[in-house]
């Protein structure tokens, strides 16, 4: 059998592997992509149950590279919705070529490096050779499947929100069940009580959620828009969070009075969206400014919801708010308020097991029809140490990686040469903005590749050494914030028996910007 050879083998056609197809094409390399879906999009592929849209605006939620791109396009709303981000995926993958770059229907399971290359394998037996391998595989990729005693048992419908099924599903007068409100969770619960004759919600963690307030974009503001987009785009790189399209009250929410930070709150509150995660500069360092911030979400809690049991279950009280990340919804804690909704609190009555029927807690059976798991995913690791990836002498990645993952930059693992990451552990897009944080990583990976070619190199890798100093670093920043406050998908806790470290780099991603031009400008002395 003969192996196909290529300069860099991609895996992944999300937004990430996407471009980074793009540009190793337009470097004028020889790439190859794998994907598991049949068709582009990564997350917004997956993704596309009742409710799901984007969290942070599209205007910036999208590609930058392509000025022709983001000007052509328009966004009919400020946060696009799951089907809106999927049919711009696909705009973009006819209008660059880069269907042709792609095996779809194709699980990567297998990396092994020698003698300067890859040989990647996939499920259905192809291999392939790449010197370079660029791992585009999502940090929200993997569904998290919950043990919970009994539930092959249940005899309904079953579905997960990331896996959601491409043909329509009906809840239309059946008796529905969501475990867990991350999200997934609270942005679908509205559609489907639109839909279901009764819905019953387990919580086991009760979680801050800000309005997501889509509305149509004023065809004016998007105008202003494309009038300024590549400096708008340079704010975001340089931003904290990935959207520069809201700025904190310059001041401590304590040096104002209390009419004037209610004001505060109430315009973020109003405008929705994440941005309430940084209404005040310090929210996230002071725990409490972060205070402020919370207690005005529980008021707005206790006002919208009507029964004060309910509301009260629905009030976090074990994190700092923006600690996990702030959900948007449309309609979430009003939905208690109807008839047919329920919540169950999993901490005061727990599940005991999945019976054919529905689902036993301690106080009884709740009969269900259809069971929505929205119990989030093995982020960042995850679509990584499930693929048997092998470096240097054979060394497996799940075990170089089985005290947490380390990393240079997010993006190189020691032993591992010529092997990139995106979005993974260590890097700033899971708490920026994962389209920006991937493209800038991508200009960088093909400047290494490009480095490697002018040293007449076989391998870039990084030393153990060098790794620890960055994974130190990434852990450093978020113990300086309150992110480390809050069991989430960011240190791994969602996950039974994975070893807890607070995996995004917490800096911002102007700050994680600048390492990565520091490395570069230098000629990359790390690598
Ligand atoms: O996942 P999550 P998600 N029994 O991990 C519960 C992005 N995203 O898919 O907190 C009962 O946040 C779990 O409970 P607990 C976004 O970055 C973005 O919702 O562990 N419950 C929790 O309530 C987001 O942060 C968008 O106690 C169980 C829930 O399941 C990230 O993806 C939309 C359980 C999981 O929440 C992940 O969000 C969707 C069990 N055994 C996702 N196991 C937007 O852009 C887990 N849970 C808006």
């Not at 000025?67 to 009919?76: G, I, M, N, Y």
């Not at 989030?376 to 002498?393: N, P, Q, S």
């Not at 960088?444 to 391998?459: C, F, G, K, L, P």
């Not at 607070?502 to 102007?510: D, R, T």
Request: aromatic fraction near 12%; charged fraction near 20%.
């Amino acid at each position: 059998m003969t192996v196909d050879d290529y300069d860099v083998v991609v895996i992944g056609a999300g937004f990430a592997g996407m471009y980074a197809a793009y540009k190793a094409r337009q470097d004028g390399l020889t790439v190859h992509g794998f994907e598991a879906g049949n068709d582009v999009g990564g997350t917004w592929y997956w993704n596309r149950y009742p409710g799901a849209r984007c969290d942070v605006e599209s205007v910036d939620y999208s590609f930058s590279f392509d000025d022709a791109l983001q000007q052509e396009w328009t966004w009919s709303e400020r946060f696009a919705t799951q089907p809106e981000i999927l049919s711009y995926l696909r705009h973009a993958a006819g209008r660059f070529g880069l269907y042709e770059l792609f095996s779809f229907d194709s699980r990567v399971t297998a990396a092994r490096y020698a003698d300067g290359a890859w040989t990647v394998t996939t499920a259905g037996g192809r291999s392939v050779r790449g010197r370079f391998v660029v791992l585009a595989t999502g940090s929200l990729s993997v569904p998290n499947r919950p043990a919970i005693p009994g539930a092959d048992e249940f005899a309904g419908e079953v579905y997960f929100t990331a896996e959601w099924p491409h043909e329509p599903v009906s809840l239309d007068g059946k008796r529905v069940g969501v475990i867990g409100t991350g999200s997934s969770g609270i942005q679908t619960v509205p559609e489907v009580a639109k839909r279901a004759a009764a819905l019953t919600v387990f919580q086991r963690t009760a979680n801050y959620s800000i309005p997501a307030v889509s509305e149509p974009l004023p065809p004016e503001e998007f105008a202003e828009v494309k009038a300024h987009y590549a400096e708008r785009r340079v704010r975001t790189r340089r931003g904290l969070y990935g959207s520069p399209a809201r700025d904190p009250h310059p001041l401590h929410p304590l040096a104002i009075s209390p009419e004037e930070r209610n004001q505060v709150l109430e315009q973020r509150w109003t405008y929705g969206g994440v941005f309430f995660a940084r209404s005040f500069p310090d929210q996230m360092v002071d725990a409490d400014t972060n205070r402020v911030a919370s207690e005005f979400v529980h008021g707005k809690i206790r006002q919208i919801v009507r029964d004060p049991r309910t509301a009260d279950d629905l009030i976090p009280d074990d994190h700092p708010i923006g600690a996990k990340r702030i959900c948007t919804d449309s309609g979430y804690y009003a939905v208690f308020n109807q008839e047919h909704v329920r919540l169950v609190n999993l901490r005061r009555d727990p599940i005991e097991r999945i019976e054919p029927t529905g689902i036993r807690t301690a106080t009884g059976l709740t009969e269900l029809d259809v069971l929505i798991y929205a119990t989030g995913f093995d982020a960042f690791t995850g679509a990584v140490t499930r693929m048997d990836i092998r470096g240097l002498d054979g060394a497996a990645l799940a075990d170089t990686w089985a005290d947490g993952p380390i990393t240079f930059l997010g993006l190189v693992v020691p032993g591992f040469p010529n092997l990139f990451l995106l979005n993974g552990p260590g890097s700033s897009g899971p708490l920026s903005n994962m389209v920006l944080c991937a493209e800038q990583q991508i200009d960088w990976v093909y400047q290494v590749v490009a480095a490697t070619r002018e040293r007449a190199a076989t391998a870039v890798d990084v030393t153990v050494n060098d790794a620890e100093k960055w994974t130190d670093l990434v852990d450093e920043t978020a113990q300086a914030t309150l992110f480390t406050r809050a069991k989430s998908w960011y240190t791994g806790s969602n996950i039974e028996g994975k070893k807890e470290r607070f995996m995004p780099y917490a800096g911002g991603m102007g700050a994680y910007v600048d390492h990565l031009t520091a490395e570069a400008d230098a000629g990359f002395p790390t690598l």
